[in-house]
């Protein structure tokens, strides 16, 4: 072929051509997806970059629905990809847990998720031989009381289930599901139950989900089912928390990772043994006392948790390490049915660090913390996290259900069946906040306008990737990355934006947030891949947990407690980083050294400090020095705009100078409409980007955001707490709360009297004023003054004879002198022949 001259370059162009469609054809994305090839990648960004390999779709798979509840049974479907219905699909989750999939009619592959002890996302692997998992995904694991109504069974009436065998608690219970989420038109309703066995943080503390028996069988499949309880038979009826269970009825009895809908973990009171519906109170009694003595013998988790935040303000506020309780909301109408006369609770995200404690705190209309000391509606800690903590799996860590096993099933022991919560207030007090300390704020607003943790305030509008704050010592960073801004006409400003922040704490997941091409709307991704949030709001993720309640909203949180809010709004994306006071003079970057030394904010990447009033150019340069490098990057660059500008370009870029003030000039229409919007706290920012984008919509965005930045840092103003006062035996107290300048006032029952301070305040120090205060009943105040009185009259009895005893024992030992004296006197006044007769007188005279 090549034997004439003239085509040798032709045939050596096409033996390359072939070897790199040969090399090409050879890269397939089986068992490699994530990875980038020379070729082409099998990585998530490739189908923005346009370089997938060809097998994409056919090995790094897509799946809907990507979500469901961690009790399992969710039959999702592959999408993009067709199978032969003769083929053995199965998936594996985990790389151990093995569930049977199927093809359906249209050529469909479906895989059934397992039961599972953990939420988050969970890998998973299909084979259609049974043999070679070389086909990926993943899988989202959610916690039961998290997951949408519509994918759970729902309760009739959730308070007949849970009371039900108690005093004038009877009738029919019912059950309601979609039915559409169970391929088959004939079902079983059945009934598991939850427990943990093993010694209490060993090795074999184990989980357990058994099927206990089958309530109604082979019933249609029309999303309604309703049945009488009955006593259960004695194995049964000891199990008192479980879950109901609708699944196919051409499977057995208690068949696990089939396709089924699961209740939400319940107190199963409708089957428990005829002693309960007989006498309900003394039955729940003996089980409260049992649960006490099992308490006493575990170890102590109150000394590690965290304290709650003083006021509501603070709960709400300090967003890196308390989230809404759910099951009390107030902007869900706060219907706290265990918390009567809160609004509002929250839960501290991170487990305690041995044990994997939660804690929750609660607050009334007023914003004051509502206390078990003064209400049984006081916030409670937990044992077993109610969202669980990684590595979840084992006991106490179990989402969800370890709580109900060590929490919420002895408060119906001890409270909601029987009236002692005094043994469950022993073991779950409130905790009140007077070690709490509210983290610092700064942000990152407007077009870009920055506050430091110490307050300082600045403006930067360079072009490029910088460090917004690094700890080496948290291994925690987060970078952020600016974009020029553009007019209405599509012109480019000399001013740019916050268009996107990345961040990691050790080696947690990679989290990145964006503003979308659609106005006002953010993008998160994970580890380059994007995370979608329209099936769950929060998702649990490795080292760090991510909540987007609407597209302009997203939450990051971090073990450290630092949280990071990102919002979207007027054409920019906010900024605010909330630090826990562990990292006071750990941190650096273009947010500032959180020191309380605001003159070191402006320290550079290499420790030279300029002066906080240097001029916008320096303040410009200073900035400029804290660019990233590739290496030290966390950004996604799945674009060829990110790449040519932000990868392959200077991560400062030198070329883009921005106005670095506004005129106001009289002759401008836009002046007074300015100056009459941007008023108070934040017109520097507002003025600035009104003028500078030609646009009062701008300014308005910019001042809100600025306000929003300071009625934040109000709400984690430090408040000081003198801590819980309890009212006297036999009186009463009126006042709950326990901040500086609060006061609380104390009475006697009648036939009691008042002894100590009737009236106490909290002082600045952190202590109350006043003395302790009792109240004595008076017959007894009686008894006690006549005993005091007759006691201080036997002391001056006393006093007195011991006065009188030592005068006269002085005057005897004064006559014996005088005596002595004289006798020996009158001896030694003879010569010294008598002497001898002296020295006996003397001894007759002392005698």
Same mark, same amino acid.
């Given at each position: ?25 050879? $890269? ?9 090839? @020379? ?41 993009? %990809?067709?199978?032969? $219905? ?19 009619? @249209? ?17 998973? =692997? ?9 086909? #990926? ?11 949408? +109504? ?6 009739? @009436?959730?308070?007949?289930? $849970? ?42 503390? =184990? ?14 499949? !029309? ?5 009488? +309880? ?89 967003? *890196? ?67 669980? &903590? ?40 409130? #905790? ?28 930067? @509008? ?21 974009? +020029?801004?553009?007019?209405?006409? *599509?012109?480019?400003?000399? %001013? ?15 989290? &990145? ?45 971090? +073990? #450290? ?68 490098? !590739? ?73 809100? %955001? ?13 408040? $000081? ?67 005091? *009185? ?58």
């Amino acid at each position: 072929m090549c034997k004439y001259n003239n085509k040798i370059h032709l045939c050596m162009f096409i033996v390359l051509l072939l070897q790199l469609f040969s090399r090409t054809a050879a $890269q397939s994305c089986a068992r490699s997806c994530g990875e980038k090839f @020379n070729t082409c990648s099998c990585h998530a960004t490739c189908e923005s970059l346009k370089d997938c390999c060809a097998d994409y779709k056919l090995f790094c798979l897509d799946i809907e629905p990507h979500s469901g509840s961690l009790l399992g049974g969710t039959d999702f479907k592959i999408l993009n %990809a067709t199978f032969e $219905q003769s083929i053995n699909l199965t998936c594996r989750f985990n790389s151990e847990i093995l569930t049977e999939g199927y093809v359906d009619e @249209n050529g469909v592959g479906h895989c059934i998720t397992p039961l599972l002890y953990e939420s988050g996302w969970i890998p998973f =692997e299909m084979s259609t031989d049974g043999v070679n998992y070389d086909r #990926s995904g993943r899988w989202l694991s959610v916690h039961h009381s998290k997951l949408s +109504p519509f994918y759970k069974i729902i309760f009739a @009436n959730a308070t007949q289930w $849970q009371y039900y065998g108690t005093p004038n608690v009877s009738g029919d219970l019912k059950m309601i599901w979609i039915p559409s989420l169970i391929k088959a038109e004939r079902v079983n309703i059945e009934l598991w139950g939850y427990n943990e066995t093993g010694k209490a943080y060993s090795a074999n503390w =184990e989980a357990e989900w058994k099927y206990l028996y089958t309530v109604g069988r082979d019933v249609p499949n !029309n999303g309604v089912f309703s049945f009488t +309880p009955q006593i259960a038979e004695h194995l049964y009826s000891l199990w008192d928390l479980g879950s109901m269970r609708v699944s196919p009825s051409t499977k057995p009895d208690g068949a696990r990772d089939v396709n089924a809908l699961w209740s939400g973990a319940h107190a199963i009171a409708w089957h428990l043994e005829e002693a309960f519906r007989k006498d309900s109170a003394g039955w729940a009694l003996e089980k409260c006392i049992n649960w006490d003595k099992e308490e006493k013998a575990m170890p102590n988790f109150l000394t590690e948790i965290t304290d709650c935040p003083c006021t509501l303000a603070q709960a709400r506020a300090d967003t *890196g390490r308390f989230h809404t309780d759910y099951g009390c909301d107030i902007e869900a109408g706060s219907l706290c049915i265990y918390h009567p006369g809160a609004v509002h609770c929250v839960r501290a995200i991170q487990g305690s660090p041995e044990y994997g404690a939660g804690q929750q705190c609660c607050y009334d209309s007023t914003g004051a913390q509502v206390l078990t000391g003064d209400s049984i509606g006081g916030s409670t800690p937990d044992r077993g996290h109610d969202w669980g &903590e990684p590595p979840y799996k084992k006991p106490p860590r179990v989402p969800g259900f370890s709580h109900w096993k060590y929490d919420v099933i002895s408060f119906y022991y001890c409270c909601l069946w029987s009236d002692n919560c005094k043994y469950y207030f022993t073991h779950r007090p409130s #905790s009140d906040c007077r070690t709490y300390r509210p983290p610092r704020a700064a942000a990152v607003l407007g077009d870009p306008h920055f506050i430091t943790f110490d307050g300082v305030t600045f403006t930067f @509008n360079g072009k490029g990737e910088y460090s917004l704050l690094h700890s080496s010592d948290y291994e925690l960073s987060v970078q952020g990355r600016t974009e +020029p801004m553009k007019f209405e006409n *599509g012109t480019v400003a000399m %001013a740019t934006r916050l268009s996107s922040v990345a961040m990691r704490e050790k080696d947690s997941d990679v989290i &990145e947030v964006r503003l979308r091409d659609q106005v006002d709307e953010l993008q998160v991704l994970m580890n380059q891949q994007v995370l979608s949030f329209s099936e769950q709001k929060w998702i649990d993720l490795k080292g760090v947990f991510v909540f987007s309640p609407k597209p302009t909203d997203v939450t990051v949180m971090f +073990p #450290s407690g630092t949280g990071v809010e990102v919002r979207a709004g007027g054409g920019v994306m906010t900024l605010t980083i909330l630090l826990p006071h562990d990292l006071q003079n750990h941190t650096q970057g273009l947010l500032g050294t959180m020191n309380d030394e605001p003159e070191d904010d402006f320290t550079s990447s290499n420790g030279v400090i300029i002066p906080l009033n240097s001029s916008a150019q320096d303040i410009f340069t200073y900035c400029a020095g804290w660019a990233i490098r !590739n290496e030290t990057s966390l950004f996604t660059y799945d674009s060829t705009h990110l790449l040519n500008e932000y990868y392959y370009a200077p991560k400062h870029d030198p070329s883009f100078i921005p106005n670095f003030s506004v005129t106001e000039d009289p002759e401008d229409p836009l002046l007074e409409p300015t100056l009459n919007l941007c008023a108070g706290e934040g017109a520097s920012f507002c003025k600035y980007d009104a003028l500078s984008m030609r646009s009062l919509e701008q300014g308005n965005a910019t001042l809100l %955001a600025y306000r929003s930045h300071t009625s934040t840092k109000k709400a984690l103003e430090p408040v $000081q707490s003198c801590g819980w006062l309890s009212p006297p035996n036999h009186g009463w107290k009126e006042g709950t709360l326990y901040l500086e300048g609060a006061t609380v006032t104390f009475s006697c029952n009648s036939g009691y009297r008042l002894y100590g301070s009737q009236e106490r305040t909290c002082q600045a120090g952190g202590k109350w004023s006043g003395q302790d205060t009792h109240c004595v009943a008076d017959n007894t105040l009686a008894i006690v003054l006549g005993s005091v *009185g007759a006691v201080l009259a036997l002391v001056v009895m006393v006093i007195a004879i011991a006065v009188y005893t030592k005068k006269q024992k002085k005057e005897a030992m004064k006559q014996q002198d005088d005596k002595i004296f004289s006798c020996v006197g009158l001896c030694w006044e003879g010569d010294a022949m008598e002497q001898d007769s002296c020295e006996r007188q003397y001894q007759i005279c002392s005698r």
